[in-house]
């Protein structure tokens, strides 16, 4: 079965940091795009940054939102890949979830069980 | 970027049919992807392809998709497919994915 876990989340304070990590099972996460698509309580999915596959280069894009405190990077050796969350704030608040692409479909077809993450002083 | 819009709320008695829409400027020239989501629980992917069922979703979700507006059916609705429904779109030259706001299907 095709799987990825999610760990990381927490409390933070405003301005602090965090590091989310999404492990794939039972697939190589190296050849899938990675989204990360969060959900700030009551809200909508919101889609916060992608990792193309290693066919090209792991490249990495954010949301306007995010750029600039978020970075994606990858770990093959762990079959993983790990959100870096700097400089937060309230808004960030939300539940992150990690999900595969297929690029065939456009679809998400394996997401992550979802890790809360609450920003408040 | 892109923006599509859904309703926020769908209300459908039991037995009956409802229809989500999912409304952007010549949406019927892109492909869309529908996800269910219910309370505490990760999205699930319905449709793809305007109307493709994924493995495992019953033959009540069909999916269609023209001009402005792409719909999600659902017919014969049970209580059990009270849930968060989401439009998604992607753009496959930049990679962006869009999410429409969401839709609450009530079943009556």
């Known amino acids: 079965e095709e799987l990825l876990v999610e760990s990381g989340g927490g409390s933070v304070q405003p301005g602090g940091s965090l590091r989310l990590s999404c492990a794939a099972s039972g697939f190589h996460l190296g050849d899938n795009y990675i989204y990360w698509v969060r959900q700030a309580p009551g809200k909508g999915l919101e889609c916060i940054g992608r990792?193309?596959?290693?066919?090209?280069?792991?490249?990495?894009d954010y949301a306007a939102s995010v750029k600039g405190r978020f970075t994606i990077s990858r770990d093959d050796s762990k079959n993983s890949v790990s959100l870096q969350m700097n400089r937060l704030k309230t808004a960030d608040t939300a539940v992150y979830y990690c999900?595969?692409?297929?690029?065939?479909?456009?679809?998400?077809?394996?997401w992550g069980q979802g890790t809360k993450v609450t920003v408040s002083s | 970027s892109y923006v599509v819009t859904q309703p926020p709320s769908v209300s459908v008695a039991p037995g009956k049919t409802a229809r989500i829409t999912c409304g952007g400027s010549?949406?019927?020239?892109?492909?869309v992807r529908w996800y269910q989501q219910k309370p505490g629980q990760v999205p699930v992917l319905v449709i793809y392809?305007?109307?493709v069922r994924p493995s495992g979703i019953p033959e009540r979700f069909s999916g269609s998709n023209s001009g402005n507006t792409a719909t999600l059916t659902i017919s014969g609705v049970e209580a059990g497919d009270e849930a968060d429904y989401y439009c998604?779109?992607?753009?496959?030259?930049?990679?962006?994915?869009?999410f429409g706001g969401g839709t609450r299907l009530t079943v009556l």
């Open positions: 010549d949406i019927g020239d892109y492909s």
């Open positions: 999900a595969s692409l297929t690029t065939v479909t456009g679809a998400f077809d394996i």
């Open positions: 990792s193309r596959n290693k066919l090209y280069g792991y490249a990495t």
């Open positions: 392809f305007d109307s």
């Open positions: 998604q779109m992607w753009e496959s030259t930049t990679d962006h994915v869009v």
